[in-house]
């Protein structure tokens, strides 16, 4: 879908819906001013040939494309913006490119057919048009502009409550017990992996709006209250990467109580080690009384010479039995220390 929005000189205005961009064109020579908004299905590789068409000679468009996120290129008499726009669909956030160009009275905004955020504004863009129709030229783009940030921005916040959404979601599974621990901490990862990407989101449009909010370009009004307008939307911007950053400070708090979990599920698996091994002990030492009786009687030593040393038998059976207590005093260390644990 396609669309163009006039405002002649004698002040009547124009909506053209679905036409070919020659069209579009043609009735922009004689306007005050109009916005063309172009959607394209690879508009990386059709929006060089959409500059072309509509007269941009001067923006280097691969220069354009090719920023991270943002792109800002002022040639004096022609304007090339690239803002972020945000789509997040089963917790997968897609990045999609907003290209907006100005040159003289001529708004051209173009993005891929899989975003739509300036529709709700094209519904109500002829009444607008009316508003600023006494407005001089600089002053009608940078009106525009300013809204078309604005309702690009809108959108992308939206989707930080969808984020929201799913961080509590797995907050909650946190106390789930049923819930394998390992999954929870992949969600968690995966969720701040997102967070990172949508705060980059955020500072490539502050960048823009920062490069805007001072009236540096030619295209742009030098009327401080129409600048402070900019600077509104840059003080949004920062608020919502203050919650956003607060937001994955409470996610990396969530790593940490998984990694507090796994921590105490490794001790409770040594202790249980522990115990096992103590009560192995217990048994072996055990045994060692019929063992060592069963060794003596066997050699002969109750014969001949040696059964002048009767007493050594009783030594023996008495330094057995005092090791077969010392580990269970040790077993039930243990499991006393399991048991306050």
């Known amino acids: 879908m396609s669309f163009c929005i006039i405002l002649n000189q004698d002040g009547r205005i124009e909506r053209l819906v679905d036409r070919p961009l020659e069209e579009y064109l043609e009735a922009v020579r004689k306007a005050s001013v109009a916005w063309i908004d172009y959607s394209t299905n690879d508009d990386e590789h059709e929006i060089e040939l959409i500059a072309q068409t509509a007269g941009f000679s001067k923006i280097p468009i691969p220069k354009l494309t090719t920023g991270f996120y943002s792109a800002y290129e002022d040639y004096d008499t022609e304007l090339g913006i690239m803002l972020p726009s945000v789509t997040v669909k089963i917790e997968k956030m897609t990045v999609h490119p907003l290209f907006i160009l100005i040159r003289e009275n001529l708004v051209i905004t173009i993005h891929s057919e899989e975003i739509n955020r300036l ?38 916040f939206e989707y930080l409550r969808e984020i929201e959404m799913h961080g509590d979601a797995i907050s909650r599974s946190l106390i789930e017990e049923s819930l394998a621990k390992k999954k929870i901490a992949h969600d968690i990862y995966h969720m701040k992996h997102v967070l990172i990407d ?142 306050d644990d």
């Open 119 to 156: 529709l709700r504004f094209s519904r109500y863009a002829q009444q607008f048009f009316k508003r600023i129709a006494s407005e001089s030229t600089m002053d009608k783009i940078t009106l525009m502009l300013e809204r078309i940030i604005d309702e690009n921005n809108d959108r992308n």
């Open 198 to 339: 949508y705060l980059n989101v955020l500072w490539a449009s502050k960048d823009v709006v920062d490069s805007l909010r001072y009236g540096d370009a030619d295209l742009i009004t030098n009327d401080e209250k129409l600048l402070g307008r900019i600077g509104i939307l840059s003080d949004n911007i920062d608020r919502h990467i203050e919650l956003t950053e607060q937001m994955s400070n409470v996610l990396s708090s969530g790593l940490e109580v998984m990694q507090s979990i796994y921590n105490n599920q490794l001790q409770s698996l040594n202790n249980r080690f522990a115990l096992v091994t103590a009560y192995l002990t217990v048994l072996g030492t055990a045994f060692l009384v019929p063992n060592t009786i069963a060794t003596i009687a066997g050699s002969g030593i109750m014969e001949g010479t040696m059964a002048a040393q009767w007493w050594y038998l009783p030594l023996l059976i008495l330094s057995t039995i005092v090791a077969t207590m010392t580990s269970l005093l040790w077993v039930l260390h243990v499991w006393k220390k399991k048991e």
